[in-house]
C-alpha cells in the first residue's frame, strides 16, 4: 500500500493531466496520492481550485483516495504562512513546503519558516536541515521528507540522522513530475536503506506515519 503526498501534474511542471497522474497512480499500487503543484503568492487558489475538483471526481469513481494540495516553491520565508494560511483556506488537505535542497537557490531560512508554520504539513527535500530546525518539526509534529527525486535525494542521509536524533517524524516521497518517478515498495526500500534509516523504522515511517498524515488530510476534505 503506496501513499504519497507529494507529486506534480501540469498545473505546474509535472507532464500529466491531474486525472492521468491519478489513474496511473492507482495503476501502481497507490492507496493515496496528493497532488501538490507548484504554488506562490499569485497562484495558490487558482491551482487548488482545479485540484480539489480533479480529486473529488477521481475519488467518487475510483478506489483511491486522491488529495488536492500545494507546494510553497520559493517563495520568500517571510511570506510562507501567509502563503500556507491561504492555500488551507481554499481547500489543500496536503501543505508542502520546498526546502532548502542541496540542488535549487533556495533562501535560507525557509526550513526554519516552514517547520514553524501550523499551516505547514511536510517539509520537502530539506537539504542540509540544521538541528535545530530538525527539533522544531519535532515539537510541532511537521513531517520531514526523504526524497525519490533525483538530485533532492543527495541529501537523504544527512536528512535522516538529523531527523531520528531530534525525534522528527519522516515519510517518503517520490516528488513525482511524470510517471516514471511514482513510488514502488522497492523504490520506497532503496530510499529508506540508502539514507542509513534502520529497518526497524521502515514500517514507521512508510505505515504509521504515512497512515497519521493521510488521516488528517482526508478530515481537511470538502
Known amino acids: 500500500m503506496i ?18 497522474l491519478i489513474r ?3 495503476a501502481a499500487g497507490y492507496a493515496a496520492i496528493g497532488i501538490t503543484d507548484h504554488v506562490g503568492p499569485g497562484n495558490v487558489e487558482q491551482v487548488l481550485d482545479a485540484l480539489r475538483r480533479e480529486c ?19 517563495v520568500p520565508a517571510g511570506a510562507i504562512a501567509e502563503v500556507a ?23 535560507p531560512g525557509t526550513n526554519e519558516a516552514a517547520v514553524e508554520c501550523e499551516d505547514v504539513d511536510i517539509l520537502a527535500h530539506p537539504g542540509l536541515i540544521s538541528e535545530a530546525d530538525a527539533a522544531a518539526a519535532a515539537r510541532r509534529g511537521c513531517f520531514i521528507e526523504l526524497s525519490g527525486r533525483k538530485g533532492h535525494a543527495y541529501a ?18 517520490s516528488d513525482g513530475h511524470e510517471p516514471g518517478d511514482l513510488l514502488s515498495d522497492a523504490l ?3 530510499v529508506l ?30
Open 188 to 190: 520506497i526500500n532503496i
Open 24 to 26: 496511473r497512480a492507482y
Open 85 to 107: 494560511r491561504r492555500a488551507r483556506a481554499a481547500g489543500a488537505a496536503v501543505v508542502v513546503v520546498h526546502g532548502e535542497t542541496v540542488t535549487e537557490p533556495v533562501e
Open 56 to 74: 473529488e471526481v477521481a475519488r467518487s469513481h475510483w478506489p483511491i483516495v486522491a488529495l488536492p494540495g500545494v507546494e510553497i516553491t520559493h
Open 156 to 173: 537523504n542521509g544527512h536528512v535522516a540522522h538529523v531527523a531520528i536524533t531530534a525525534g522528527a517524524r519522516m515519510l517518503v516521497n
Open 193 to 222: 536503506r540508502g539514507a542509513s534509516v534502520p529497518t526497524e523504522l521502515h514500517h514507521e515511517v512508510t505505515r504509521a506515519n504515512a497512515q497519521a498524515m493521510l488521516a488528517t488530510a482526508i478530515a481537511r476534505l470538502r
Open 3 to 20: 501513499i504519497d503526498f507529494h507529486t506534480h501534474s501540469f498545473l505546474s511542471d509535472g507532464v500529466l493531466l491531474p486525472s492521468e
